[in-house]
C-alpha cells in the first residue's frame, strides 16, 4: 500500500506530522492487507498570499502524476491521509481533476483528520492574529489565499461542498473518513481569543464543520413566506469523533500527539490502521457504524469535564452537541444581498422572543461576501427547549433585507415550520446550508414614458404598481 500524509494551513515543515507517519508504518507491518510499502509526506505551500486552493490542487496532481503513479502497480491505489485543511486541499483535487469520472481516480482511501471541511471560525481574524494562536503553533503568517477560502460561508468552499452534494464515492470504490476530536487543550487556550476554547469544537475546526454530513435546502420567497424548493444530501460519509483530542499540540493532538513508538493503542492510529483495511461497501458501511457508536460515546464521556490545573478555582465545562447554519443571500435576479437580518422564531406566534436564552453561540459574516452568514447554534439546547408543549414544537425564521422600501426593495419573509420537521434538514454536529431567494420587487415608476415633447420634472414621478411577474 502507498499513503500520502497531506498537512493542514501555514506548514513549513515536515514534523508537523509528528509519530503518525513511523506509528502507521509500523503497525501495518503485521496485515499485508495493509501493509505500507511506500510513504509519502506532503509539502505544500500555503502560507503565500498568491497562493489559492485550486493552485494548489493542479500542483498536487502534478506530484501525484510524478511521484506517486508510476510507483502503483496495475489496478493499485493510493491511500491519503490528511491533516486540518489538507482535507479541502485533497477533495478540491478530486473535485477538479475526477469529478464526472471518480472510478478513474487513483486514489482508494482519503481518510480526514480534523478537516475544515466547512471553514474555520479562526480564519476571519486575519494572518497576522492568526498566527499567534498557540492553538495552531504555526510561527508564521497563513496565506490570504488560503485563509479566504477557510472563513466560514467562502464562496469557495460553499462551492466545493454543493459539489460533493452529487458524489457517489463508496459506489466508485472511494473510500472517505472523517475523524475528529472535540477536546480542548487548555494548556493552548488564547485569552484574546475565545474561539480556541469553543464547545464543540477542538480548538480550531468545529464538529459539525469537520463533517461530511450535511445537507442543503433553497428556500424561496413567495410573497410574505418562503417555500421550499429543494433538499439534497450527500451519501451517508463514516465519521467518527475521537476521545481525548484536540486539533494539535504534543500531548493530545489528533496527529501530533501519536508517537513514533506507538503500538497502535493511540485512538488515532488505531482508527486509522481500521479505515485503511477496508476494502469494499459491506466493510465500509461497518466502520461507519462503528465510528457511529464511538461517537455517541465520545460525547456522553464528555459532556462535562472538570478542570483544576491552570486554574485557581474548579472549572467546569459543558460540551453540547451543536450545528452549523450557513445562510446564502441572493435574489430572483441572482443578485448578492449585503443589508439584511435573520432572526429565529419559536412558538404558535413564531415570535423571536421564545427561544432559550445562549441557544445561539455565534454569529459570524463573511468578509469577502456580507451576504453569508453562518450561525452556530447549541442544538441539545434548541432541542430540549422546543419540548415545552406550550411552544407547539414550533420553529422558523424571518428575514428582512433591504431596501426595504422605495421603487426597488425587498419584503420581510418568513419560514415557518415545526422543528421535529426542520430537523429533516438539521442534526447534531452538522452543517446546514441554506440558500435564500428574496424576491426584488420593482415598481413601473422607476421607467415610463411620455409623449409631451417639452420639458417635465420627473423628480417626484410615482412608485405605481409593481411590476408583474416575468
Not at 481569543?193 to 424561496?220: F, H, K, Q
Not at 454536529?429 to 414614458?449: A, D, S, W, Y
Amino acid at each position: 500500500m502507498l499513503v500520502v500524509f497531506v498537512h493542514g494551513w501555514s506548514v513549513t515543515n515536515t514534523d508537523t506530522y509528528g509519530g503518525l507517519p513511523a506509528a502507521l508504518a509500523r503497525l501495518s507491518q503485521a496485515e499485508s492487507k495493509t501493509r505500507i510499502s511506500h510513504l509519502f509526506l506532503g509539502k505544500y505551500i500555503s502560507f503565500a498570499d498568491e497562493v489559492k486552493m485550486d493552485d494548489i490542487a493542479r500542483a498536487m496532481q502534478f506530484a501525484v502524476n510524478t511521484e506517486i503513479l508510476p510507483l502503483l502497480n496495475e489496478h493499485e491505489k493510493f491511500a491519503c491521509i490528511t491533516h486540518s485543511t489538507g482535507g479541502p486541499v485533497v477533495r478540491s483535487w478530486l473535485d477538479l481533476f475526477f469529478k464526472d469520472r471518480l472510478q478513474q481516480c487513483p486514489m482508494q482511501h482519503l481518510i480526514m483528520l480534523a478537516p475544515a471541511n466547512h471553514g474555520s471560525s479562526l480564519a476571519q481574524l486575519g494572518k497576522s492574529r492568526v498566527s499567534r494562536l498557540k492553538s495552531l503553533t504555526l510561527g508564521i503568517e497563513p496565506g490570504t489565499g488560503v485563509l479566504d477560502w477557510l472563513e466560514l460561508g467562502s464562496d469557495q468552499n460553499w462551492h466545493l461542498n454543493h459539489s460533493w452534494l452529487h458524489y457517489q464515492c463508496v459506489a466508485q470504490q472511494l473510500f472517505v473518513f472523517v475523524l475528529t476530536g472535540q477536546t480542548i487543550d487548555r494548556a493552548l487556550y488564547d485569552h484574546l481569543n475565545s474561539y480556541t476554547g469553543e464547545p464543540g469544537t477542538d480548538g480550531v475546526v468545529r464538529v459539525a464543520a469537520a463533517n461530511m454530513n450535511y445537507a442543503m435546502i433553497r428556500l424561496v420567497q413567495q410573497d410574505a413566506h418562503f417555500e421550499l424548493l429543494s433538499w439534497k444530501q450527500p451519501e451517508v460519509y463514516a465519521f467518527g469523533i475521537l476521545p481525548g483530542q484536540a486539533h494539535a499540540g504534543n500531548l493530545i493532538g489528533i496527529m501530533s500527539g501519536v508517537k513514533g513508538d506507538d503500538d497502535g493503542s493511540h485512538t488515532t492510529v488505531f482508527w486509522l490502521h481500521q479505515c485503511l483495511k477496508v476494502r469494499d461497501a459491506v466493510a465500509y458501511q461497518q466502520v461507519a457504524k462503528d465510528l457511529q457508536r464511538l461517537s455517541k460515546a465520545t460525547q456522553k464521556d464528555e459532556r462535562t469535564d472538570i478542570v483544576e490545573n491552570g486554574f485557581l478555582i474548579k472549572r467546569t465545562f459543558i460540551t453540547s452537541r451543536y450545528s452549523m447554519l450557513v445562510f446564502r443571500m441572493c435574489d430572483d435576479r441572482g443578485n448578492q444581498l449585503l443589508d439584511y437580518d435573520v432572526k429565529f422564531t419559536a412558538g404558535p406566534d413564531y415570535n423571536e422572543n421564545h427561544l432559550p436564552p445562549g441557544f445561539c453561540v455565534d454569529r459570524q459574516r463573511n468578509q469577502q461576501n456580507p451576504g453569508k452568514l453562518t450561525y452556530y447554534v447549541d442544538f441539545d439546547l434548541l432541542a430540549k427547549w422546543l419540548k415545552r408543549p406550550e411552544l407547539a414544537d414550533c420553529f422558523g425564521f424571518k428575514i428582512q433585507a433591504r431596501p426595504s422600501g422605495g421603487f426597488a426593495y425587498y419584503q420581510a419573509a418568513e419560514y415557518r415550520s415545526s422543528f421535529t420537521g426542520f430537523c429533516q434538514h438539521l442534526a447534531p454536529n452538522q452543517t446546514l446550508m441554506i440558500e435564500i431567494v428574496l424576491k426584488r420587487i420593482v415598481h413601473q415608476g422607476v421607467f415610463q414614458l411620455t409623449e409631451r415633447t417639452e420639458p417635465e420634472d420627473f423628480s417626484s414621478q410615482s412608485f405605481g404598481e409593481p411590476l408583474p411577474d416575468a
